[in-house]
Structures are given as structure tokens and as C-alpha cells.
């Protein structure tokens, strides 16, 4: 093995060496010239630079056009009277109080029979429904489909 001052001597001479010679020069100047950007690199770098940005703007205005536009409104029809023509389509009165009295007879309240009974619009849409009420149970039914839609019971036997 070399000792400390063995190879110090040994890294001093090849310095002097590389200071001395003509091959340094060389290889600054070369890596030099490499690192310089040519007129065109750089063009081509702006123009790169510019495109990206600029789609990304658009796709951004896109994004927001689509996703935060006018949102959409819901309305309510909490009193809203019903039409003429919207009642022809219903069931009439009778036959949704039959529908309600059977339907009672199958859950086995036979003993009772629809008090009271409204031809109401639904809350959020513009189908209308018969809400009928016993002593002990409401019920709602699709007056244009005929179908049960809810049933709501407070006798504690069910």
C-alpha cells in the first residue's frame, strides 16, 4: 500500500499534468459549446412551453364550462292545484277508496275503512297520488299506475 504522502505526490503530478496539457482546453471548450442552447432548441422549447399552457387552460375552462355550470333547479310542488286534464288521467275517487278498503282486508284490517281521502301532487314530481287515511293507517297510491306506494300503520298488532 502507498502511504498518505506517496499518493499525494502521485495526485499532484496528475494535476500538473492536466493543467499542463492541451487536452484540457479541449475538453472545456467542448463541453462548453454543448451546454449552449442554440436558437432553435430554444424556439422549439418556448413553443413546446407555450402549447402546454395554453391547452391546459383550455381544458381547464372546458372542465369548468361542464362540471360548474348554471346547476340545475328543482322545483317543489307543495300546493300546486291539479289540472283537468291531470285528473282524467287518475283514478277516480271510488275506485282509489275500493283499491284502499282491499288492501286494507289484506293486511288484516278488516274492521276498517278509508276515512279520508286526497287527490295530492307528489312532493318532488309531477305524478299525482291518493293519500288515504283510517283510524289506525295511511295510505298512498300512484293514481295513474294504480299501484300501493306506501303504507304507514299505527296499530301494534301488524
Excluded at 60 to 81: D, L, R
Excluded at 83 to 110: F, H, M, P, R, W
Excluded at 136 to 156: C, F, G, P, W
Aim: aromatic share 10%.
Amino acid at each position: 500500500m502507498k502511504s498518505n504522502n506517496e499518493y499525494l505526490k502521485e495526485v499532484y503530478e496528475k494535476k500538473s499534468e492536466l493543467i499542463s496539457s492541451k487536452e484540457k482546453d479541449e475538453f472545456y471548450n467542448i463541453r462548453f459549446k454543448k451546454m449552449k442552447k442554440s436558437p432553435l432548441k430554444i424556439a422549439a422549447m418556448f413553443v413546446i412551453t407555450l402549447g402546454l399552457t395554453i391547452g391546459v387552460g383550455y381544458c381547464g375552462t372546458v372542465a369548468y364550462q361542464k362540471i360548474w355550470k348554471e346547476p340545475k333547479k328543482y322545483t317543489f310542488s307543495v300546493n300546486e292545484k291539479i289540472t283537468e286534464d291531470e285528473k282524467e288521467k287518475c283514478i277516480s275517487a271510488e275506485e282509489a277508496n275500493k283499491k284502499g278498503n282491499e288492501y286494507l282486508k289484506q293486511v288484516g284490517l278488516e274492521g276498517e275503512t278509508i276515512i279520508n281521502q286526497n287527490l295530492e301532487k307528489e312532493f318532488l314530481s309531477d305524478k299525482n297520488e291518493w293519500c288515504m287515511a283510517s283510524k289506525v293507517a295511511t295510505i298512498t297510491i300512484d293514481a295513474q299506475s294504480r299501484r300501493l306506494k306506501k303504507h304507514y300503520s299505527s296499530n301494534l298488532e301488524l
